[in-house]
């Protein structure tokens, strides 16, 4: 806005014309003193660095409140007390104050740098009459009452605000540290080394919110150690900061009350601790925590202002049930508040400390600090300010140098910071190897930062067509800055005699990367009715050399595509493509197992022989928010009650335009998404529709989602066995209810609550049918559901492990499967 408002100034049209009629000589004058004009309207700013101590004992005091009186800056000292501020010449009243200290005031004029200001603060002591205590009445309750009606009033008058925010994120481990685009990995070792800085992220922002929930916030640079990428640094002090004047604050996807929710007195016990005094104000210090130590929710202590009931600062830690399985050991946060604009106090800054020790191997810790300061409160903000996007990365952000990041308002870096940052700076200068790279159980060999090979565990597979199959694959990733991907897979099956490949080439183009123009070409063995494809091949291979179960059936197709796609507006995406594709049946070449060398694997079943040319066209509407996070769009789940997908498209054939084999057009609609219920709870859901007129080969049917033994995958029929359902015309539905640990919270049983047990209940439905021109062609008998097929059920397991147990019961059609158990986990796809 502030920029926007600026250029506003500018007649452009008359700038042009005046330019056009000046000489050389002229314009660099211009340029002159256009230079000198900016830099006394806008101001050039100077460090004012120093220190705050306890005048009693000359310790630090870490995030002490510095804030020059009469504008809307400030900042905080860091945790060895040291602070920086970025101030424009003139004469400021400079204030700092700290709970249980008498505030400190210097005068100081800015015409240079300004070095060594020490804030020496004392102790403050108060004397305050007794407290009677009625019976059966806490006094520490009615000070919350008084301050959660201070809290509605201060939401009640505030309706919009901007703010500046820097942010820095630590990460100290005891082992190496490696990430991708949005990803961070801790490496696995024996405990030997003390923990030490691995990563650092440093951000500043800019945010806007407006009633009633719009907010944006723009990051204006950023920086990270070498090792980081620049996609990773987007925790900024507007996204990541838990206001603690909420009535919910999130964590882990969890919305736990807060200190000041409406429901606090019912969910808290609190108890009057101290009073402690900045200068003449009274302050309480009150400890917290959930009536039942079961529930989730803050331990701690809040601080109320004893006149005014504000609160002012809060040092909480999240309880044991907030921490699902007890994995971390420290879970922290301190906040300050400081009242601007019409006395409404608003967070200045955040510190988060997140520490654990995993399986005696990984101690790691994420440290955050946040100050936010220059706050506008209820100014106009224009609607245009909020958009899709909650998240921007300006496109210079990543080009801010050492001159821009010392003349910025930020938390002074300690020592430990600068020389973690000089380190691994270096370390990462040093040319790629790829020894460092390698893993045993990695399906990838890095032979350099964009470009690699197969790795030994995937140099191979097992069908019952194929044989013993060798694999070798390159792939070219993120070249000419991340908008270019290649692949190259090549394959030998040794039954079946055949060389097999697969090329596939991208470019991605677009200021976010939000058009794509692919094509590829290939001649390969392909499951048939591609939903096979969520299984692993790993897997797949697994079960046929050991049980002699190859649960896929194949078929061989060679062809060519092309395929451009974009998204033309924030939510809407259009794909259109041209496909060629020629495909054979495929059959049985072995009977190898090396367990069960007497039985024989089944028949691949025959399919319709086919040259198809195609055209698509297809469109995708996704509501859901995101980043822009310097290259790439990335949609988030966000707190809203909707998060919906729909995606529709066409394929169509014809013989006569196409040169194609069968004349069809086969239409698809799903409809995907989810609605957020109370605390962690949601209800996802899943619709899928397709109808095809004309004649439509057997392997391009819809393979209802079915199981195999003892699987039962999300979003299928648990209680339908593996491709045994097909229809050129079907509607499958699926609705789950993740309910994860609440339902045994609910129960009240303390045992039940203690096992951290999620739960899921679903019920799906299926309709099929074929069409009459495509069945006339069918080489083999099939399964529909003119009549529909719903079941029901539900599943149960631990919040920390990937595996749950299901349980289906079929609603009707119970003369096959009418109960079906499973096991349901991310680790079998």
Known sequence: MYIKFRLNLINYSTIKNYFLSLTIARYLTLILLLAVFCTDAFGETYPVTGKVVDESNQNPLSFANIRIENTGLGTVSNQEGYFELRLPKGDYTCTCTYLGYLSDTVQIRVDGDIKGI????????????????????????????????????????????????????????????SASSNTISIGAGMDTAEMKINGILENESVGFFKKPGSYKEWITARKQTANLPSSINILTGGRIIMNFYSDDINFFGRNLNGPLADNALDYYYFMITDTLAVDTENVFRIFMTPDDSLDPGFSGYVYITASTFDMVKVELNLNRAANTGGLLDTISVYQQFFPFGENIFMPVDYHLKVSAKILGLISFSFQVSSVLYDYKINLPIEDDVFNMAVLTVKTDADKKDSVYWTSM??????LEESIAYAQIDSINSIPFSISDNFSLISTRLRLSENFSVSA???????????????????????????????????SYGFSDRKFKYDLTTSYLFGDYRTYEISAGVFNNTSNLFRVTEEYSVFLSSLLALIDKYDFNDYFYSRGFNFLLSG?????????????NRTDKRAIKNTDFSFFSTKELFRDNPAIYDTRLNSVRLGFVLDF?????????RRRVRTPSAWNMQI????????????NSSLDFANYTLRLQGSINSFKKTSLDFLIDGMYTEGTLPSQMLNSIPGNIN??????SIRSLNFNSVLGDKSITAFLEYDLQDELFRLSGIPFLKNLELRTTVFINGVYSDIGDKSRSILPFPVDTFIKPLYEAGFSIGHLLFPVRLSFAWRLNHKEENAF???????LID
Do not use: C, M
């Not at 009452?145 to 703010?163: D, E, H, P």
């Not at 079906?820 to 991310?826: P, Q």
């Open 820 to 826: 079906r158990f499973g096991l349901t986990s991310l």
């Open 624 to 632: 859901r928010k995101y980043i822009e996070d310097g290259k790439f």
């Open 567 to 579: 998204e033309i507006f924030p939510v809407l995406k259009l794909i259109t493509g041209f496909y």
């Open 118 to 177: 020490l804030f020496s603060l004392s102790p403050s002591y108060i004397n305050l009459s007794e407290i009677t205590v009625l019976p059966g009445e806490n006094p520490a309750n009615e000070i919350i009452r008084n301050a959660i009606k201070k809290k509605n009033l201060r939401n009640a008058i505030l309706n919009s605000y901007s703010f500046t925010a820097y942010t820095k994120g630590v990460i100290k481990t005891n082992q190496d540290v």
């Open 409 to 414: 308002q930020r938390i002074p870096g300690t």
């Open 647 to 658: 995606e529709g498209g066409v394929l169509y054939s014809d013989k006569k335009r196409f």
């Open 456 to 490: 030994p565990v995937s140099l191979y597979h097992f069908n019952r067509v194929e044989g013993h199959s060798i694999d070798f694959s390159l792939q070219g990733l993120g070249y000419f800055e991340e908008r270019s991907n290649s692949y190259f897979n090549f």
């Open 710 to 715: 003892l699987i039962a995958r999300e979003n």
